[in-house]
């Protein structure tokens, strides 16, 4: 078996985690043609202020940036990016108001290591939400660095050659590396909470007309499951906040609830 890649640890600057969402998580892509038009002007956002794409991947609600701005204008770019494609949207579907959800999401990504998981972590977005494997998704980088299907909106370079200077044994070692099942947690990647954990505690009883939440962590296995998850859909409730309710592990909430979107996934395949 050939070593997918090094570990990597060598500092990098200027460059960043974006993430925007839809208001109120809405949906901002409701077909081809929203997904078209954010690409096209996010390519030529990317000509006008001259930064380097590393990744993205344009999910319903929400989207994943990987950026290296040299020129320091990322609230340029990002004012920018949001305004056409809102503008684009409200006009499209006879609605006004805000698209996006407050100020986009900024991480700061300062080691080459954190590079290579973040890459992936974001192209298994599709993956982990059910929807296909991250290799057959049309709206994501991946296939940038495989096939070079989006004319030039990724920069590739940079993060191949940290697997090899060849680029056929680059492009392998990708393949490999991002089909390797790695979890890659960062607490930064969640949005702000929007309502306290009391607030959401008094939410979660609501909506399940119980009142006891500690009950629930005792229940069969299937019925809990199914419960975590249908919680993790309550907006303004994060995955954080149902270990903390629920007295149970982040790392064993996130296993459900990425379990569930799997099965939902594959059951809405089916009956396609």
């Known amino acids: 078996m050939p070593r997918v890649a090094r570990e990597y640890n060598k500092t990098i600057t200027n460059t960043y985690h974006i993430i925007i969402r839809g208001i109120n998580k809405q949906d901002i892509f409701f077909d081809e043609e929203d997904r078209l038009k954010f690409l096209k002007e996010l390519k030529g956002v990317k000509e006008q202020y001259k930064f380097k794409i590393y990744a993205f991947v344009l999910m319903t609600n929400h989207v994943h940036l990987t950026i290296c701005d040299d020129n320091g204008m990322m609230s340029q770019i990002m004012h920018r990016l949001c305004t056409i494609y809102a503008i684009y949207f409200n006009k499209k579907y006879e609605r006004i108001g805000h698209v996006f959800q407050n100020r986009f999401k900024n991480i700061c990504v300062d080691k080459e290591s954190y590079l290579l998981d973040l890459v992936r972590y974001i192209h298994n977005n599709p993956q982990n939400a059910g929807i296909c494997n991250h290799s057959r998704y049309r709206w994501s980088s991946y296939r940038d660095y495989v096939e070079n299907l989006h004319d030039g909106i990724t920069d590739i370079d940079f993060v191949l050659e940290l697997f090899n200077k060849d680029r056929k044994k680059a492009i392998y070692?990708?393949?490999e590396f991002s089909n390797r099942e790695k979890n890659f947690f960062d607490t930064q990647l969640e949005f702000d909470y929007t309502i306290t954990d009391e607030v959401a505690s008094e939410v979660i009883k609501s909506k399940l007309k119980i009142n006891d939440i500690s009950k629930?962590?005792?229940?069969?296995?299937?019925?809990?499951?199914?419960?975590?998850?249908?919680?993790s859909e309550i907006e303004g409730?994060?995955?954080?906040?149902?270990?903390?309710?629920?007295?149970?592990?982040?790392?064993?909430?996130?296993?459900?609830?990425?379990k569930c979107k799997m099965e939902r996934g594959l059951n809405n395949e089916n009956k396609l």
């Open 173 to 175: 070692r990708f393949k």
């Open 216 to 231: 629930i962590k005792h229940l069969n296995n299937s019925m809990r499951d199914a419960i975590i998850y249908n919680v």
């Open 237 to 258: 409730i994060t995955l954080k906040q149902i270990s903390r309710i629920f007295n149970m592990s982040e790392r064993n909430v996130q296993r459900i609830v990425k």
